[in-house]
DNA sequence: GTTTTAAATAATAATCATTCTCATTTACAT
DNA sequence: ATGTAAATGAGAATGATTATTATTTAAAAC
């Protein structure tokens, strides 16, 4: 887990870099992303800041989350569903554990792929930019669970 | 690249096992997808299918993609922008090389991924069941291209 | 502190992939 | 050949996301 305030620092830096307006919302909506609990959706994040933004607009969430996505300050992760999940919290990539159950998604402490990423370079020729690795399974809770 | 042949008849055996008719449609939807040239989207598969099948209908191509997906012999493959991409050839998970320009995808041959998997049970207590891998860049055909 | 103005927001309509509904057709068991 | 449940085709409904536009606001200029 980073560090929420520094996560959030960042992305107000990021914000001023690119001559962007410092909004209520924006800096709430950064807020919320720099810890990212749980990796929330989007209806998620709108909920959160229905507490100090009731007039607020899911569109104006939309449109700031793809903001700081396009800084590089929130990673995206989409699914089949159309139900992506965002993380301002670590905003590159790493792995993921995502429980088909509950849906929960945590991060793992595991090694890192760079040796496989230069692999797969020399492989096919491409320019690797990034990469994404989900582990799709159960969680205890849920297994434990009665059906 | 699997045999195309064998996975289309295991295709038609699951078709039989589970009790679904053997409709003209089903058939030729598990021949385009016994290849998955490219790993084609839902738009290009029934472009694929409009030669032998003029009026059928989209929604028949969701229904059975999905159908073979749940007999585990579809892959699919997730994106934000909601353009998800399908492979019957190789069903099974294995990683992808996505080209960010012309969203190309390639599977290239690394090794497995087995030790990682059991690391992530170990640590978080998940039964994994599956996972995905993919990587982004730009493949280089793209590379080479004027802007 | 006021004024100015371009950018951001709220509200809502539009879009697009996917799923659903239902009347019609068809595979296949009898 | 017939009957019947399942599958299809056509198009409406859904749900997430994006676009539009009138209004509001951050922040620069005065």
């Known amino acids: 887990m980073a560090d929420s305030n ?26 919320v992303l720099s810890v990212s609990e749980g990796h929330p959706d ?7 800041l229905q507490d100090s933004f009731p007039t607020m607009s899911l569109a104006t969430v939309y449109r700031n989350v793809m903001l700081f996505k396009s800084f ?4 995206e ?5 159309g139900r992506n999940r965002f993380d301002g919290n670590k905003p ?9 159950r509950c849906q929960k998604i945590i991060d793992p402490d ?8 230069e ?3 020399d492989i096919t020729g491409f320019v690797i ?9 159960i969680c205890s809770d849920c297994m434990t669970e009665k059906v």
Do not use: W
Request: charged share 25%; proline share 4%; with cysteine.
């Open 110 to 117: 595991v090694g890192s792929l760079k040796d496989m990423t």
């Open 6 to 31: 520094e996560r959030y620092e960042s992305m107000v830096r990021k914000l001023k870099e690119h001559g962007y307006k410092l909004t209520h919302q924006r800096l709430a909506l950064a807020r």
């Open 77 to 81: 992760l989409g699914f089949p569903n």
């Open 92 to 100: 590159f990539p790493h792995p993921h554990v995502i429980c088909i």
């Open 42 to 48: 989007v209806e998620t994040i709108f909920l959160r």
């Open 129 to 137: 930019l990034t990469h994404r690795l989900d582990f799709f399974g």
């Open 72 to 75: 590089g300050e929130v990673l």
């Open 119 to 121: 692999e797969v370079a």
